[in-house]
């Protein structure tokens, strides 16, 4: 049995680094950026219209109300350019570009139309004085020529993708997703969640969280399956989730020390390379890694349900973000706000609650219904909480390690988002 982070640096060590590949924007949600974004135009592209109205000169001074002014013609947008250099005023509307030579935009409600023909006013007085540069949206005022606005590491969302849009950007170059298998191993394991159960059988609910959280984690499942305690079985299994170009493999059970834990001894017969198997954490304490013959990093994850999630979080998560050339994970140090009973010795992963002082200051409540094949605290939990150390007691106030629900999500406080 090793230490926690003597296994996590061998998992380090053993990442593969990440790969780039462009993508279409339009493809891209969610996906991590492998390349700074640099603007190849300003935006806007041309000074213009905040609102309908007319623009003027001003020349850098107030235009007085009741001034009364000639008006030249009329900018709608998607118009070409117009020269407004002999005119007092212009129409236009929103998003329309300026004339040339104008350079403030008074609104159509503050303006008196003294004359018009055929609809289209003529002679106007203003309403209001007018300060220069007044409802002009500039040239480069939101985004600058060669300006970096997205850096590598940033995660694309739909705000990203929509500046991407309006800057011309096609195509990002973006880390490719780890390519992820999972497999879950155990005869007393049902999937069809119609099937009722048989004396002995349980429903098989690692496999759905695994492979959504992975998705979460920025991975591509590429194969996912059920097998009996069989070698046989197992083999095929693997086979099939290699040939689909799993780079990194998960399953769950059967690592443990009982009659049908048959996984390390399958793995050595395959050529596998086992670097630990057992790590003083709880729960998750069996977990095993191991590199197979072709390369490919395997998991094999303890069966109970949240002994898979610590390893997932803890174990998988770490060699992602490597994968995704993200630096790595920080997290947040905050006070107990009770005494926590710990194994001594080992990591102590428990499921927690981030709350919000009166004060205004964080602290974390560690939950009750620790164990690791109860799943109803994860409805409540929204956080990790790590607790380090020989004691067997962990004291209210004291600070514990606290990282969120998964590396690319922010943490959850009630309905706000804490970095």
Not at 20 to 36: F, S
Not at 50 to 69: E, P, Q
Not at 101 to 112: I, N
């Amino acid at each position: 049995m090793i230490a926690y982070a003597q296994a996590l640096q061998l998992l380090l060590d053993q990442a593969p680094g990440a790969v780039a590949e462009g993508v279409a924007v339009a493809q891209a949600d969610e996906r991590i950026l492998a390349a700074a974004v640099v603007s190849g135009q300003d935006l806007p592209p041309f000074n213009n219209a905040a609102m309908d109205g007319f623009a003027l000169r001003s020349d850098g001074l107030v235009v007085a109300a009741g001034s009364v002014l000639q008006v030249g013609g009329w900018q709608a947008a998607g118009d070409e350019a117009s020269d407004g250099d002999g005119a007092d005023a212009w129409e236009i509307m929103t998003g329309a570009r300026m004339p040339a030579g104008l350079d403030s935009v008074v609104p159509v409600e503050q303006v008196e139309v003294l004359d018009a023909v055929d609809g289209r006013p003529r002679r106007i007085r203003l309403q209001a004085a007018v300060k220069p540069g007044q409802h002009v949206r500039l040239r480069g005022q939101d985004v600058a020529l060669d300006e970096t606005v997205l850096a590598a590491g940033a995660m694309l969302d739909i705000n990203a993708m929509t500046l991407l849009h309006a800057l011309g950007v096609a195509e990002v170059q973006v880390q490719q997703r780890p390519q992820v298998a999972v497999i879950s191993t155990g005869k007393e394991l049902i999937s069809d969640a119609t099937q009722a159960l048989q004396s002995g059988q349980i429903r098989d609910s690692n496999r759905p969280f695994l492979v959504s959280r992975l998705a979460a984690a920025g991975a591509e499942v590429v194969w996912d399956g059920r097998v009996s305690d069989d070698v046989a079985a197992f083999d095929a299994a693997l086979d099939a989730a290699l040939a689909a170009g799993a780079r990194v493999v998960l399953s769950t059970g059967a690592v443990s020390q009982g009659r049908y834990d048959f996984i390390p001894d399958a793995l050595r017969a395959r050529g596998a390379e086992i670097l630990f198997h057992k790590v003083a954490i709880r729960p998750g304490k069996p977990l095993l890694f191991a590199r197979l013959a072709n390369g490919s990093l395997y998991f094999g994850l303890p069966g109970n349900p949240i002994s898979a999630a610590v390893g997932l979080r803890f174990f998988v998560e770490p060699v992602l973000r490597r994968m995704l050339g993200l630096k790595d994970e920080t997290s947040l140090q905050l006070p107990l706000q009770a005494d926590v009973r710990k194994p001594p010795g080992l990591r102590f992963h428990a499921r927690a609650r981030v709350e919000l002082e009166a004060d205004g200051r964080l602290s974390v409540r560690v939950l009750s219904g620790q164990e690791s094949f109860r799943l109803k605290t994860m409805l409540r939990a929204n956080a990790w909480a790590v607790l380090d150390g020989d004691s067997a007691l962990a004291e209210a106030g004291s600070l514990a390690r606290v990282q969120g629900w998964g590396h690319l999500q922010p943490l959850q406080l009630d309905g706000q988002e804490k970095a």
